[in-house]
């Protein structure tokens, strides 16, 4: 399913019948045998800490790179614009590698995610082009800091770091997800790295 955009005004930012309004960011998302790999770990460490949160599953397993904040007005124009600053990135593809899991956020729900003690230059990098990329653009970007990590599940409890064997994958894409009620995922655009 893609989002029909009216960039002539575009649907409005505000949340319908109740539930969240829908949040935009543009991620790096796993190949088919890392989401598998991550699917086993989380479910793994959820089983072993006897934690009470749902599995984020396969389909969600991601790294936010940047969120683009609510605009004032029309969502549209703000989506077409990322677009457009995204079609201007020039990168080339990179490893990143997790080797710890952590404890994010506040009570009572915990981010337990997978984490990394590494520094990640070319995830860094990209990120940090985006950020510049999009504020230039005139786009309100959500945070200025990038920390690396895959959100395994929520808890309500906060964990103690744990040293985990490393878990690496190819990053050969980036992508803009609209993310609906944070239930559903939707891949607006997808963007190769050389």
Do not use: C
């Not at 793994?44 to 800490?49: I, K, P, T």
């Not at 003690?117 to 990098?125: E, R, S, T, V």
């Amino acid at each position: 399913m893609q989002l029909v955009l009216d960039l002539d005004g575009g649907r409005a930012f505000r949340p319908r019948d109740g539930r969240r309004p829908p949040r935009y960011f543009f991620a790096l998302l796993p190949d088919a045998e890392a989401k598998s790999r991550i699917d086993r770990l989380a479910r793994d460490l959820r089983a072993r800490l006897r934690a009470s949160g749902e599995l984020r599953g396969p389909d969600k397993y991601h790294v936010t790179l940047r969120g683009i904040a609510a605009p004032d007005g029309p969502f549209g124009q703000s989506i077409a614009m990322a677009r457009t600053v995204a079609d201007a990135i020039r990168k080339t593809s990179f490893a990143v590698m997790f080797n710890q899991a952590a404890s994010f956020g506040a009570a009572p729900n915990y981010a337990f995610s997978l984490t990394t003690g590494a520094d990640l230059l070319a995830a860094n990098g990209l990120s940090t082009t985006l950020l510049d990329a999009l504020r230039h653009a005139g786009l309100k970007v959500d945070g200025s800091s990038f920390q690396p990590h895959v959100t395994l599940f929520y808890d309500r409890r906060r964990r103690e770091p744990l040293a985990l064997p490393p878990l690496s994958w190819q990053v050969r894409e980036f992508v803009l997800i609209e993310s609906i009620d944070n239930r559903k995922y939707v891949i607006l655009g997808t963007w190769p790295l050389a």
